[in-house]
């Protein structure tokens, strides 16, 4: 049982649409629950999630999640709150035919990211060429980063952030 007991636990609490942005009593009870017990706890209607589901335009989900007096998805709230409970971030990898998210653990080295990738670029590891992910979005990709002077040169021992955009140089 001890094995068990130590796993971290989230709780999902699924409420009628008016609750969905503040909660309602028997969720405040949980939420309650969680903090003394370090759990995570969030709050979604599974209705709103049925109604998002059918929206295709991401302008129409934007409005009809403000309406509500949401930011995000109950899906995007639960799987932000389950990498957080985990310890986990997730990088980027672009390049002209594919971008990926990789998942590390938080606070990973930048040679240890590079491993999750492929062992040989953590064994020629050279440097990581690193965009925050905001910048990357504002300077529309790679090269109006570079233009813009946002991408810096990392070292191995560079703790990844969370939405980092990196290319690995590596020698084989």
Known sequence: MQLLTEKPVMYVCNV???????????SEKVAAKAEAEG??????????????AQLEDPEEKR??????????????????AGYELLE????????????RAWTIPANCKAVDAAAVIHTDFARGFICAETI??????ACKGEHGAKEAGKMRQEGRDYAVKDGDVILFRFNV
């Open 39 to 52: 759990a995570a706890c969030v709050v979604v209607s599974a209705a709103i999630e049925a109604e998002v």
């Open 132 to 137: 925050g992910y905001d910048d990357y979005v």
């Open 88 to 99: 986990l971030a997730t990088y980027f990898t672009a390049g002209p035919k594919e971008t």
């Open 63 to 80: 409005e009809f999640l403000e309406s509500l007096g949401l930011e995000r998805t109950g899906l995007e709230r639960v799987i932000r």
């Open 16 to 26: 009628d649409e008016e609750s969905a942005a503040t909660g309602n009593a028997l």
